[in-house]
């Protein structure tokens, strides 16, 4: 995710005692791949399947205990939406979920709000189902089995009106979807955490006037009188806040990327033109990218231009989400405009293919989009977008982020009432900045063959930050604990290798409200012939669906 702008702990320094894991799927970890034992790196625990009571749940994340669910793991959803043309009513929704028992159960939880259920079933025997919170607790007709396949189906509403806290955008013409970090449940039904990934399959019946595209790739549809029906597939698994439902007066231009990639953006019909020019953009950014980290993943790629004001870009699996005001308000470079298309075109790799196992790992998605964003508009940009100095500047404010937002891989818990606040300025430069010194500590040569293994040994699935830690060790041949457990969980940021003049500024006290950061807008509009800012700062928060 980029953003316009998106307590110290006394904790924050102690290294987190290492607690064990949840247990993933085969499909999610390759066998004989060991798990991390580093003290440094564990925070809470998922939580091992357990009989619960009739009652919300959750997988214990720290940052959002109550989401996701345990005794399950879904293996794909199926989502049936019938879209009326008018983005100010509830729309009929019939989403299928295979899952697999991991343990014995008489119920089970999925995340849900925002809507109404008419009917479930399990097995295809009708299901018992009430609300608790934001839980859905479903009561099958029979006893489940540990490793039994299961087969949900929940018919429901979604309502893409109500608080702007994520889930649907309403655009001029239609519907978008925002789903990060916690608002997939406010569309559908689902086991709402990162790191339980699954395929996606979705079936849109919208007005034959509008256009409907989600994630993936189209596989068919039907016609008729009034309607059509689009139906996409992802062929990899997808986390639930990478979700993509859009619904408009939209243009699929096609075209294709690098190896006969193909390339899909959807943009509102009477901005094609004026749009043109940021689109063909897109194959060589790519080729860019697998120049510095090798293939990519997914099976098609492009950018979904949405008519609204969101204040915020989005990595949506193999269709990026921006808003139209970035390429056509005119106050922004060039540089900087494609450094921002680069960010969440990086997200494909990491956060999107290796996705994080628990939300304090969201580190590793945004240091990493950061960090390609910073050295994408250095190659491509001119000598203000230069990345020392950006990351210079970072450093300067490294204190105050961790004071005001703790450490790169602890990071305090969302304001209330602002559950995006996770997204603060420490998770984009300051967790950029973490990589800038393990490369002045290993080496451009072993980082950049870090980030190759990274990306390759943990496609499509989900890792986390001793996963990093412990392959950074392997590949450079050095034990990196030490130096980890400072850059990551210390409360100061420790002194930059190869750098001992840099120097940070001294912690402002809190008491402003905390600001996204990473790959923002300008807090001031360039004016056309003014010098860019090298590292463009953060700017008012933005709440997902408010406008900016």
């Known amino acids: 995710m980029s953003l316009p702008s998106r307590r110290p702990s006394p904790e924050a320094d102690r ?50 205990p109550t989401l996701g669910n345990t005794g399950y793991d879904v293996t794909s959803y199926d989502v049936t939406l019938d879209y009326s043309g008018h983005n100010d009513r509830p729309m009929n929704v019939t989403t299928v979920i ?4 991991t343990t014995e159960l008489d119920h089970l939880n ?36 540990r490793g039994q396949e299961l087969k949900i189906s929940v018919q429901h509403t979604s309502d893409p009106r109500g608080a702007s806290d ?34 996606f399959t979705f079936h849109l019946t919208a007005p034959q006037q509008l256009t409907a595209v989600a994630n993936g790739l189209p596989v068919g549809g039907a016609r008729r009188a009034a309607t059509r029906t689009w139906t996409y597939r992802t062929a990899h698994p997808m986390a639930t806040e990478l979700a993509q439902i859009s619904i408009g007066k939209s243009s699929v231009l096609l075209r294709h990327g690098p190896h006969g990639l193909p390339v899909r953006d959807v943009v509102p019909s009477a901005d094609r033109r004026a749009l043109a020019k940021w689109l063909a953009k897109t194959p060589e950014q790519i080729a860019w990218m ?11 790629y492009g950018v979904l231009i949405a008519n609204a004001r969101t204040g915020f870009e989005l990595e949506t699996q193999t269709l990026s989400l921006f808003e139209k005001a970035m390429f056509t308000s005119g106050h922004l470079p060039d540089w900087y405009v494609e450094s921002v298309m680069v960010h969440e075109l990086s997200h494909q790799w990491f956060g999107d293919s290796v996705s994080p196992r628990r939300w304090s790992d969201v580190w590793l998605n945004e240091a990493h989009a950061t960090w390609y964003e910073a050295l994408y508009a ?41 559950k995006i606040s996770i997204f603060r300025p420490v998770v984009y430069d300051g967790s950029a900045l973490v990589l800038y010194a393990l490369r002045q500590k290993i080496g451009p040569a072993a980082f950049d063959r870090l980030e190759r293994e990274w990306v390759t040994h943990h496609r499509d699935g989900v890792a986390d930050t001793a996963d990093f830690v ?3 060790s392997k590949s450079s041949g050095q034990d990196l604990t030490g130096f980890f457990q400072a850059w990551l969980f210390g409360g100061r940021t420790p002194p930059m290798p190869g750098h001992p003049e840099w ?15 990473g790959a923002v807008r300008p807090a001031k509009p360039l004016q056309p012939g003014k010098p860019a800012q090298t590292a463009p700062q953060p700017a008012k928060p933005v709440q997902p669906g408010k406008p900016a």
Not at 98 to 101: G, H, I, L, S, W
Not at 290 to 300: N, S
Not at 385 to 410: C, F, I, K, T, V
């Open 15 to 64: 290294p987190v005692p290492a607690l064990p894991r949840r247990a993933s799927s085969g499909r999610r970890r390759r066998p004989g791949r060991r798990a991390a034992a580093l003290g440094l790196a564990a925070v809470a625990t998922l939580g091992v399947a357990a009989p619960q009571p009739l009652d919300a749940q959750g997988l214990g994340d720290r940052l959002f």
């Open 98 to 101: 295979t899952a697999r028992a």
């Open 110 to 145: 999925l995340d849900f709000a925002r809507g109404s259920v008419r009917a479930a079933t399990i097995g295809g025997l009708p299901a018992k189902y009430e609300q608790h919170g934001e839980d859905l607790v479903l009561t099958p007709s029979f006893h489940v089995s």
């Open 166 to 199: 994520g889930g649907w955008i309403r655009t001029a013409d239609g519907l978008a979807m925002a789903n990060q970090a916690d608002a997939a449940h406010r569309v559908f039904p689902c086991n709402d955490h990162p790191s339980d990934k699954a395929f």
């Open 290 to 300: 697998e120049r510095k980290v090798g293939p990519y993943p997914f099976e098609a």
């Open 378 to 418: 250095q190659e491509k940009g001119d000598r203000r977008a230069s990345l020392d100095a950006r990351m210079r500047n970072a450093y300067e404010q490294s204190d105050g982020w961790r004071a005001e937002g703790g450490p790169p891989a602890a990071p305090k818990a969302p304001s209330p009432g602002q």
């Open 470 to 472: 412990a392959l950074a």
């Open 503 to 517: 120097q940070p500024k001294a912690a402002e006290k809190p008491g402003t409200p905390p600001q996204p950061g």
